[in-house]
């Protein structure tokens, strides 16, 4: 089993920027892509980054320019920095990550932390 754990959440004025951190533990032998998705009230879940184990990234069209994500493939964490903050960025923010549990591809599961709020005050 893995756990993904997300932190740095919170409450921020417009303008302003957070970073949040996605912890992956458990029985990890590799993870591929990486991702950060949000939600919002009465909307449906959204990608707002990914990035692969190579180190590719992508982003929202909503996010381009404001939001960097990045990973530590060593300490099996990823980031997203998001800059120039918008009421429009409030949502609860998810971890994904694609995880072998072993060399084998059975192995190979989806896993979702449990979500952090972001909330952006105008």
């Known amino acids: 089993q893995v756990q993904l754990v997300e932190s740095g959440g919170g409450l921020v004025q417009a303008g302003g920027s957070l970073r949040l951190s996605c912890a992956a533990s458990?029985?990890?032998?590799?993870?591929?892509?990486m991702g950060w998705y949000r939600q919002a009230p009465g909307k449906q879940r959204e990608l707002v980054a990914a990035?692969?184990?190579?180190?590719?990234?992508n982003y929202a069209t909503s996010v381009e320019g404001r939001a960097t994500i990045s990973r530590d493939n060593a300490k099996n964490t990823m980031f997203l920095q998001m800059n120039s903050l918008k009421p429009e960025d409030t949502a609860v923010y998810y971890c994904?990550?694609?995880?072998?549990?072993?060399?084998?591809?059975?192995?190979?599961?989806?896993?979702w932390g449990q979500g952090t709020q972001v909330t952006v005050s105008s």
């Open positions: 458990g029985s990890i032998f590799s993870i591929n892509a």
């Open positions: 994904h990550a694609d995880v072998y549990s072993s060399r084998y591809q059975r192995s190979r599961r989806d896993y």
């Open positions: 990035i692969t184990g190579g180190g590719a990234t």
